[in-house]
Nanobody, 125 residues
Framework: VQLQACGGGLVQAGGSLRLSCAAPGRSFSRSLLGWFRQAPGKEREFVAGINWSGRNTSYSDSVQGRFTISRDNAKNTEYLQMNNLKPEDTAVYYC???????????????????WGQGTQVTVSS
């Protein structure tokens, strides 16, 4: 199953973007969903995660208070609202899903079995 991420682009510092990630062909309504990012020369890092019900979320310290993760189980889609973007947010953003049901939020990339193709976010200063 290939997740499909979209919504990236070029934005000035202080601007906003909303990423979406759809999962055609398989329901993830009972799965943990997450967003990761990878900047050039750096390892992939956790950005945000949301449990199956949407009641529990987790964010990296670097995006806490600026980014919001959400999900719409009826549409089998997750979102990442990114506000007050900074140049250091520039990266390829990946959505991810856990194959297990009802798993708690985790920041570990290896715990997610399904990944999107990535969408580029570039923030200019």
């Amino acid at each position: 199953v290939q997740l499909q991420a979209c919504g990236g682009g070029l934005v000035q510092a202080g601007g906003s973007l909303r990423l979406s990630c759809a999962a055609p062909g398989r329901s993830f309504s009972r799965s943990l969903l997450g967003w990761f990012r990878q900047a050039p020369g750096k390892e992939r890092e956790f950005v945000a995660g949301i449990n199956w019900s949407g009641r529990n979320t987790s964010y990296s310290d670097s995006v806490q208070g600026r980014f919001t993760i959400s999900r719409d189980n009826a549409k089998n889609t997750e979102y990442l609202q990114m506000n007050n973007l900074k140049p250091e947010d520039t990266a390829v953003y990946y959505c991810a899903a856990d194959a297990q049901f009802f798993a708690p939020v985790t920041t570990i990339p290896g715990e997610y079995e399904y990944w999107g193709q990535g969408t580029q976010v570039t923030v200019s200063s």
